[in-house]
């Protein structure tokens, strides 16, 4: 493994800051902050550490991880808990590839030394099990073998087809993510730097219109475009660059954490203050606090917060790892907010909402369930109801769902002979026409839908009859528990117009000693990505405290062949 070191003459004497929220982007950046010798106060308005990734524990002994399960590239993770304090070690591990390859995760290898000594990352196989509307299935592995035999099962005449997109996803893959990961796009310059690469690539159509032109079946067009959903992205509008997900998972894998989620919020939380940081629960931050610079032109300054009981604190600089529009609609003046202004933030496209349904069922004395960890479970339509939910504002009558199950692999999270389980609907946010959906009708309704619907397909037997825990979220959660505009569940939507340079910027436009970390903020959203950003805002910072380390590429080599 290789770092870098700040001698004692280069590193800043004892700067402080100030991190909005303890999501994974801000414990991330938190972690790297205090190795870069700040000392860092985390702010969350929750009880517990997560934002999104909150665990919950319920009085009947279920544990539901309440936002993301999915977790790719653990030597993201294994660099995190790699660091030490004031070094800057802002360069990726230097991980030789035999330990990163899609080998080494089938044979059960995972995340590396350090991490092992905060987390227990463990593969997932099959990543995904895809279900079709008519009973068929597939299951995703990253296997091209595998692949390539239920594609001939499924859907004979994409053969070809897959062999060209499998060749177009890799070069995707090696420009966007290994090459450009780490890219902060904070100027028109370096974006048209990279659009003739993106162009020759046809990077820049529609995903979905991207697979289309390789796959003739709707089955494969689905199986390779569904995953940006997961990251909030609608596959008929994000483009194609996200085709490097497909190889991103081939890659490293699909893994999770025992324990669930909050285990790795816990281990990073736990990292985060032995490296010296400090974290605060119950301190919601009303306002951002700037003070004015001189000149017509001089942008004011972070120097704190103020937080809703009124106690101020200070600091030499500010970071959100919060929901962008909200940080600067309700957390800043009008006045202060030049670029990032009223009409600009509120005329952004956000992501979807969710329906999220919490529930633990009795699994001693039925058949074993003919389910896998993660599963896809696909309604009868598909490009149409994509519209519904992100441009129409409708709830339709049939839904599409990620169903996860993690108690095949942890029976830990449920009590002994009981499942634990959630699914995930994708519900247009509350913005547009879908401001007029009442959730507290919705809610209990659609929920009705899918369990009778989970129960009646055959996915979970006599479901009705099991259940034992039942509860559920909508946008109204996002909108009001995780202060996420218009109830958004991952930022700004990742459309073309809304990536790289279009995406917020992690270093304000507007207020000097003000950064944005986490899904709202470049890249994007998806864990993953809030690192990369923590990676991406902690240069920034280093780069204006004129901390100066040597920065690797960010990314090791080592991808398949294949």
């Not at 790719?72 to 304090?85: D, G, K, Q, S």
């Not at 080494?104 to 997932?124: A, M, N």
């Not at 669930?260 to 010296?276: D, I, M, Q």
């Not at 108690?407 to 009981?418: I, K, Q, Y």
């Amino acid at each position: 493994m290789t770092s870098s070191h700040i001698s004692s003459r280069t590193a800043p004497l004892r700067k402080t800051a100030l991190i909005i929220g303890s999501g994974i982007g801000g414990l991330s950046l938190g972690i790297r902050l205090q190795s870069l010798g700040f000392d860092t106060r985390i702010l969350e308005r929750l009880d517990a550490p997560g934002g999104r990734a909150y665990q919950k524990r319920t009085p009947d002994g279920y544990v539901f991880d309440m936002g993301p399960t999915v977790l790719t590239v653990p030597h993201f993770i294994e660099e995190l808990f790699a660091l030490e304090r004031d070094q800057a070690a802002l360069d990726a591990a230097d991980y030789p590839p035999s330990t990163l390859s899609g080998e080494r995760v089938r044979e059960g290898v995972s995340g590396g030394p350090r991490t092992s000594d905060y987390v227990q990352l463990v593969p997932i196989l099959p990543f995904y099990r895809i279900y079709f509307d008519d009973g068929t299935y597939f299951d995703y592995d990253g296997d091209p073998e595998h692949t390539r035999q239920q594609i001939a099962e499924l859907a004979p005449e994409d053969l070809e087809g897959y062999e060209e997109f499998n060749r177009d996803a890799r070069a995707i893959f090696e420009r966007g993510f290994l090459e450009l990961g780490y890219t902060h796009f904070g100027d028109p310059q370096t974006m048209l730097a990279v659009v003739p690469d993106l162009l020759r690539l046809d990077a820049v159509r529609t995903l979905f219109g991207f697979t289309s032109k390789y796959f003739a079946s709707d089955k494969m067009r689905q199986v390779f475009s569904f995953e940006t959903l997961l990251v909030g992205g609608n596959p008929l509008s994000v483009p194609a660059i996200y085709a490097m997900i497909h190889f991103v998972e081939k890659t490293w894998g699909i893994h999770y954490a025992m324990g669930g989620t909050g285990a790795l919020v816990r281990a990073l939380v736990r990292k985060y203050e032995e490296l010296g940081g400090q974290i605060r629960y119950g301190a919601g931050v009303e306002e951002i606090l700037t003070m004015p610079r001189p000149g017509l032109l001089g942008r004011p300054a972070a120097q704190g917060v103020r937080l809703e009981g009124g106690e101020e604190l200070h600091a030499d600089i500010v970071v959100s790892n919060g929901d962008w529009a909200n940080t600067y609609l309700k957390r800043l003046p009008a006045a202060a907010r030049r670029v990032n202004s009223d009409l600009r933030v509120r005329a952004a496209a956000q992501s979807m909402g969710l329906v999220v349904v919490y529930f633990g069922f009795r699994d001693e004395g039925y058949a074993p369930l003919d389910l896998r960890h993660h599963n896809i479970i696909l309604g009868p339509r598909y490009e149409e109801l994509l519209g519904e939910i992100f441009s129409g504002g409708v709830l339709g009558e049939d839904f599409s769902q990620y169903l996860h199950i993690p108690t095949l692999t942890d029976p830990s999270l449920a009590p002994a002979g009981h499942h634990a389980a959630y699914t995930l609907i994708p519900v247009p946010n509350k913005s547009g026409r879908g401001a007029a959906l009442n959730w507290e009708n919705e809610g209990p309704e659609l929920v009705k839908r899918v369990m009778e619907f989970l129960e009646e397909r055959g996915y979970i037997p006599h479901l009705a009859e099991r259940l034992t825990h039942l509860e559920w979220i909508t946008p109204d959660y996002f909108d009001q528990t995780l202060d996420s505009f218009v109830g958004n569940a991952f930022g700004p939507e990742p459309k073309l117009i809304q990536s790289a340079y279009f995406r917020p910027h992690n270093r304000s436009e507007d207020v000097a000693g003000l950064y944005m970390v986490g899904a709202s903020a470049q890249p994007g959203g998806g864990t993953p990505s809030v690192m990369m950003s923590a990676k991406m805002t902690a240069r920034l910072i280093a780069e204006d405290f004129g901390i100066h380390p040597e920065i690797a590429a960010g990314v090791p080599a080592g991808y398949p062949t294949e």
